[in-house]
């Protein structure tokens, strides 16, 4: 394993840990601790297999890891009801073409198909691959994946249904703002 392969996984384990954590200081820290591990496990990888598939497992299991700690420490990691605080994860009031915010949307999806999702779809791994990063079989990755498209495309027709309600009502100048729509 060379320096040069590992600073080329480096965007995509930088998106992933993002996408995980929903925080920059905490990716990146998340980031870090996956490469201090891959470099003082670097003699379990094998050569010749795919080192972006066995960096993302590593990255994946450490982040579960570390999840597991923070729910045994108890106050940290204490769990909240996402639709009990659903109204304080709303992006701030923007124009209605700004409306969308992925990142929230994301959070909101559960751990493992914002996981599945992120890397058949962001990180354009193959099912095949997820299912060895995440540990699950392969008709798992696929029905986490599809629910997980099924439930951002409903996270994200809510703002832009909710946007254009409130602009029609409160914007009756002739000009207003566009109102988005999915297409398929």
């Known amino acids: 394993m060379s320096r040069q392969s590992l600073v080329e996984h480096l965007p995509g384990l930088r998106r992933y840990a993002r996408a995980l954590t929903g925080d920059a200081w905490a990716a990146d ?20 297999s795919d080192l972006r598939a066995w960096l993302f497992t590593l990255m994946h299991n450490l982040f579960i890891s570390q999840l597991r700690q923070l729910q045994r420490r108890g106050a940290a990691g204490r769990s909240v009801d996402i639709d009990e605080v659903a109204q304080l994860l709303q992006a701030p009031a923007a124009p209605a073409g700004l409306m969308l915010d992925v990142q929230r949307c994301l959070l909101r999806l559960p751990l493992d198909q914002r996981a599945v999702l992120l890397l058949v779809c962001v990180e354009e791994m193959s099912y095949e691959e997820a299912a060895r990063v995440t540990g699950v079989p392969l008709g798992t990755v696929m029905s986490r994946l599809s629910r997980a498209r099924t439930r951002m495309r409903e996270l994200l027709d809510e703002p832009a249904d909710a946007a254009s309600a409130t602009a029609s009502a409160a914007a009756p100048s002739s000009r207003t703002a566009p109102v988005l729509r999915r297409l398929k």
Do not use: F, Y
């Open 29 to 48: 820290d998340l980031v870090q601790d996956t490469l201090e591990r891959a470099c003082s496990r670097w003699r379990l990888w094998l050569a010749g």
